[in-house]
């Protein structure tokens, strides 16, 4: 689908709190014009040449535009031309206001070191090994010291668990694009595909940039193997005498070399794959209840590694005791016999939230997303048009077909006329289909139809979205920027009214924030899941 035009604006307003005005504008004219080069971009922004260079400088640093080489074929007998362009990455822009969440989900599973050093990679997007090890020397206690090969084994851990990655190539070399590609503009949800769309040229550079599997989450260590999923498969025998000494000094200079060139980042796959995880498990929580969630997650955990490595609509196949194995590590499944496992197992089976085939079960994440976005939008439904525009809504969606204003009404126990005008309404705002039925006899009457086109409703209830969290975000910024002297105070002169007024500015900003995180909550719903 086309980025909505509030998701774009939401898009330049985190990279102008995040980057200031120049960089902003370069993003903004890659966001609604495509892929461009250099002396395209300077023309388009009237910026001069260092200006846009730098701004490019900053944007493919924070991982937000990627640089790619595109052959252009030349004139009769003329040889073809390479031409450097550059795509802005949105969705990783996006997921710069959710730096936040993903240092929460890394201290839940590593230890200080680890989550510094992630930050560290967030804040400045991309280092390399022996930057991560002067950053955490620099924010060093008095009395202690850091270790080059403590920070390398922690980032061994990001990498083994997929958390950390090797960044892309700068400018992979693309052949000369097909009249079938689709602007970098175009992107389809996640979760309302019905057929596959052809690759963007922002999907190809990604792709060709991507490092190869088998270095991607790779760390060269200290004894010359490599860190990483793939350990066992780069670890070599070693011979003796001089052949050792040789390999040895070998393996010295390459690790140095990779210390000072190899450049790391956070991979944001990853993390998402964990919140869409998260947002899976409270959707079965509240729609059956704690025992399903507990082997939902279980489930999710088991097929993580499988998972990562690839991406289909159903879970791997797992047996029943499989699962029970993985239910029982688990402080909430430690109570759960087997029969209680399977019975969870049978409710997940009604509607199929996870499908049985011989014996084996597998998790159906379509279906659940689906779930989770019907209840997103029957929940927008009931807060913008009220609880008769609710039931309406929710069987309109649950029908899936046309359905006549009339029958409307008779199931819905909702007056004729307010019905009609609760179903134009929502039909104005885009949230229903209608269609007219023309029946002739003595007298012409007029029948409507009414129907959801959720295709269609989730593109309007995303933008809808969009345009929310930059409205809260520009509110955020209008509380803090009209107490700016109020903040600079110290503490121990904020007191009477002034103290009054720093409280009340510290509930709205934490009400804000909140507010910004349940709506990002719901953005992934629709855009990534």
Same mark, same amino acid.
């Given at each position: 689908? %086309?980025?909505?035009?509030?998701?774009?604006?939401?898009?330049?307003?985190?990279?102008?709190?995040?980057?200031?005005?120049? %960089? $902003?504008?370069?993003?903004?004219?890659?966001?609604?014009?495509?892929?461009?080069?250099?002396?395209?971009?300077?023309?388009?922004?009237?910026?001069?040449?260092?200006? /846009?260079?730098?701004?490019?400088?900053?944007?493919?640093?924070?991982?937000?535009?990627?640089?790619?080489? /595109?052959?252009?074929?030349?004139?009769?007998?003329?040889?073809?031309?390479?031409?450097?362009?550059?795509?802005?990455?949105?969705?990783?822009?996006?997921?710069?206001?959710?730096?936040?969440?993903?240092?929460?989900?890394? =201290?839940?599973?590593?230890?200080?070191?680890?989550?510094?050093?992630?930050?560290?990679?967030?804040?400045?997007?991309?280092?390399?090994?022996?930057?991560?090890?002067?950053?955490?020397?620099?924010?060093?206690?008095?009395?202690? =010291? %850091?270790?080059?090969?403590?920070?390398?084994?922690?980032?061994?851990?990001?990498?083994?668990?997929?958390?950390?990655?090797?960044?892309?190539?700068?400018?992979?070399?693309?052949?000369?694009?097909?009249?079938?590609?689709?602007?970098?503009?175009?992107?389809?949800?996640?979760?309302?595909?019905?057929?596959?769309?052809?690759?963007?040229?922002?999907?190809?550079?990604?792709?060709?940039?991507?490092?190869?599997?088998?270095?991607?989450?790779?760390?060269?260590?200290?004894?010359?193997?490599? #860190?990483?999923?793939?350990?066992?498969?780069?670890?070599?025998?070693?011979?003796?005498?001089?052949?050792?000494?040789?390999?040895?000094?070998?393996?010295?200079?390459?690790?140095?070399?990779?210390?000072?060139?190899?450049?790391?980042?956070?991979?944001?796959?990853?993390?998402?794959? #964990?919140?869409?995880?998260?947002?899976?498990?409270?959707?079965?929580?509240?729609?059956?209840?704690?025992?399903? $969630? !507990?082997?939902?997650?279980?489930?999710?955990?088991? !097929?993580?590694?499988?998972?990562?490595?690839?991406?289909?609509?159903? =879970?791997?196949?797992?047996?029943?005791?499989?699962?029970?194995?993985?239910?029982?590590?688990?402080?909430?499944?430690?109570?759960?016999?087997?029969?209680?496992?399977?019975?969870?197992?049978?409710?997940?089976?009604?509607?199929?939230?996870?499908?049985? +085939?011989?014996? =084996?079960?597998?998790?159906?994440?379509?279906?659940?997303?689906?779930?989770?976005?019907?209840?997103?939008?029957?929940?927008?439904?009931?807060?913008?048009?009220?609880?008769?525009?609710?039931?309406?809504?929710?069987?309109? +969606?649950?029908?899936?077909?046309?359905?006549?204003?009339?029958?409307?009404?008779?199931?819905?126990? /909702?007056?004729?006329?307010?019905?009609?005008?609760?179903?134009?309404?929502?039909?104005?705002?885009?949230?229903?289909?209608?269609?007219?039925?023309?029946?002739?006899?003595?007298?012409?009457?007029?029948?409507?139809?009414?129907?959801?086109?959720?295709?269609?409703?989730?593109?309007?209830?995303?933008?809808?979205?969009?345009?929310?969290?930059?409205?809260?975000?520009?509110?955020?910024?209008?509380?803090?920027?009209?107490?700016?002297?109020?903040?600079?105070?110290?503490?121990?002169?904020?007191?009477?009214?002034?103290?009054?007024?720093?409280?009340?500015?510290?509930?709205?900003?934490?009400?804000?924030?909140?507010?910004?995180?349940?709506?990002?909550?719901?953005?992934?719903?629709? #855009?990534?899941?």
């Amino acid at each position: 689908m %086309v980025v909505p035009q509030y998701g774009i604006k939401f898009a330049v307003h985190i990279i102008t709190n995040h980057f200031g005005d120049r %960089v $902003a504008k370069v993003c903004e004219c890659l966001l609604r014009r495509g892929p461009l080069n250099r002396p395209n971009i300077k023309r388009y922004t009237e910026l001069t040449d260092e200006q /846009v260079k730098n701004s490019l400088l900053v944007l493919i640093q924070q991982n937000c535009v990627q640089a790619f080489i /595109v052959e252009q074929l030349g004139g009769f007998g003329d040889e073809p031309r390479l031409n450097t362009q550059y795509v802005a990455l949105f969705d990783n822009i996006l997921h710069r206001v959710r730096f936040a969440k993903f240092l929460t989900i890394a =201290s839940q599973e590593f230890d200080k070191q680890c989550v510094e050093l992630l930050q560290g990679l967030l804040e400045h997007g991309r280092l390399t090994l022996k930057q991560m090890f002067e950053r955490a020397k620099s924010s060093e206690k008095e009395g202690t =010291s %850091v270790v080059l090969d403590s920070v390398r084994e922690s980032l061994s851990k990001l990498a083994t668990a997929h958390y950390v990655e090797r960044c892309p190539a700068p400018e992979p070399l693309l052949m000369a694009a097909t009249e079938e590609e689709t602007p970098a503009r175009k992107r389809g949800s996640k979760s309302s595909k019905l057929v596959e769309e052809p690759e963007t040229i922002e999907q190809r550079a990604v792709a060709a940039a991507a490092p190869v599997e088998t270095l991607r989450f790779s760390v060269i260590s200290t004894d010359s193997g490599v #860190h990483g999923e793939n350990n066992d498969n780069n670890l070599t025998s070693i011979t003796v005498g001089q052949k050792r000494k040789h390999n040895a000094l070998e393996s010295d200079e390459s690790r140095t070399a990779d210390e000072l060139t190899v450049l790391y980042r956070a991979n944001f796959e990853e993390f998402i794959r #964990h919140l869409r995880h998260k947002a899976c498990i409270e959707t079965v929580r509240a729609r059956l209840d704690d025992g399903a $969630a !507990t082997v939902l997650g279980a489930m999710l955990e088991a !097929t993580r590694s499988s998972e990562q490595k690839v991406k289909t609509r159903y =879970s791997v196949p797992l047996s029943l005791g499989s699962i029970y194995e993985e239910v029982i590590k688990r402080e909430a499944g430690r109570n759960m016999t087997l029969d209680h496992a399977k019975a969870s197992l049978n409710q997940l089976g009604y509607p199929p939230l996870v499908k049985e +085939s011989n014996g =084996s079960y597998s998790i159906e994440f379509e279906k659940i997303i689906e779930l989770a976005q019907n209840d997103e939008m029957e929940s927008v439904v009931l807060k913008k048009y009220g609880r008769d525009a609710y039931r309406i809504f929710r069987l309109l +969606s649950k029908a899936n077909c046309l359905l006549e204003t009339d029958k409307i009404s008779d199931i819905t126990f /909702v007056e004729k006329k307010d019905t009609l005008k609760i179903l134009h309404k929502m039909w104005k705002d885009e949230y229903l289909d209608m269609e007219k039925l023309f029946m002739s006899g003595a007298r012409q009457s007029v029948f409507f139809l009414w129907k959801v086109n959720k295709t269609t409703l989730s593109r309007y209830v995303l933008d809808e979205m969009f345009h929310a969290a930059l409205n809260l975000s520009l509110r955020l910024a209008h509380e803090l920027d009209q107490e700016k002297e109020l903040l600079n105070l110290p503490a121990d002169r904020r007191t009477g009214h002034l103290l009054d007024r720093y409280n009340r500015l510290k509930k709205v900003r934490i009400l804000l924030e909140s507010s910004q995180m349940k709506l990002d909550d719901a953005i992934m719903l629709f #855009h990534y899941f």
